[in-house]
């Protein structure tokens, strides 16, 4: 795995990124030139609190990726922010999953767009 939080870390199929994406992406001045990312890999990631009950927060995370899944769990194109339900973040997800397969990704308005 790629990322250090692998225990609770559950990602989507990938998918192509489409041609209005891409451009969104190559604007987006994380994006490796040498290492072209042809795909996003929406994941969502829990990380379980420091107390004595277990408890997690939620956030939902999308990674350009190459074709094998490959991608730098350092630079996410966008994180959601926390949230307490696992079933509210893979809802988000599966939303970003539906925009992503119709090219529409970069009209979203992300809240919290890495830059």
């Given at each position: 795995?790629?990322?250090?939080n692998?225990?609770?870390?559950?990602?989507?199929?990938l998918?192509?990124?489409?041609?209005?994406?891409?451009?969104?992406?190559?604007e987006?001045?994380?994006?490796e030139?040498?290492?072209?990312?042809?795909?996003?890999l929406?994941?969502?990631?829990?990380?379980?609190?420091?107390?004595?009950?277990i408890?997690?927060?939620?956030?939902?995370?999308?990674?350009?990726?190459?074709?094998?899944?490959?991608?730098?769990?350092?630079?996410?194109?966008?994180?959601?922010?926390?949230?307490?339900?696992?079933?509210r973040?893979?809802?988000?997800?599966?939303?970003?999953?539906?925009?992503?397969?119709?090219d529409?990704?970069?009209?979203?308005?992300?809240?919290?767009?890495?830059?």
């Open positions: 795995m790629k990322t250090p692998y225990h609770d870390f559950y990602q989507k199929a998918i192509p990124i489409g041609f209005n994406d891409l451009l969104s992406l190559k987006f001045e994380s994006y030139v040498d290492s072209p990312s042809t795909h996003w929406i994941a969502v990631e829990g990380e379980q609190l420091p107390q004595s009950n408890y997690f927060l939620w956030k939902v995370s999308i990674y350009p990726a190459d074709c094998d899944g490959d991608f730098n769990w350092k630079k996410p194109f966008y994180c959601s922010p926390t949230m307490e339900s696992m079933d973040a893979h809802e988000l997800a599966c939303s970003l999953v539906t925009s992503s397969r119709l529409q990704l970069s009209t979203l308005s992300l809240q919290e767009k890495i830059s």
